[in-house]
Nanobody, 122 residues
């Protein structure tokens, strides 16, 4: 069974930086296609933050463009989200989302991390 584990959240002052990571584990991983980051602030819907394809093509929400950088390590099945110049409005639970192809069934499914809280104080 494939699982995603996130780490790196916490409390930071405005203007500070944090790096989130999300690692996939499990014996049935054949390939991970897109890796994405989403966030959900209190009382708001979950929104897309950034995505990165297996080939390294990146896409960012306008609100984080120029401040956040996503990257991945295909050999280790890990995604990263480097967050700089953090603002109070970046406060949210951040979730990773991977598209995983199963090695035993060749089926494709999207998996979610458990979420990690990022709090930016003013």
């Amino acid at each position: 069974q494939v699982q995603l584990a996130e780490s790196g959240g916490g409390l930071v002052q405005a203007g500070g930086s944090l790096t989130l990571s999300c690692a996939a584990s499990g014996s049935s991983i054949f390939r991970i296609s897109n890796m994405g980051w989403f966030r959900q602030a209190p009382g708001k819907q979950r929104e897309l933050v950034a995505t990165i394809t297996r080939g390294g093509v990146k896409n960012y929400a306008d609100s984080v463009e120029g401040r956040f950088t996503t990257s991945r390590d295909n050999a280790k099945n890990i995604a990263y989200l480097q967050m700089n110049s953090l603002r109070p409005e970046d406060t949210a639970v951040y979730y990773c989302n991977f598209g995983v192809v199963d090695s035993t069934t060749s089926s494709y499914r999207e998996l979610w991390g458990q979420g990690t809280l990022v709090t930016v104080s003013s």
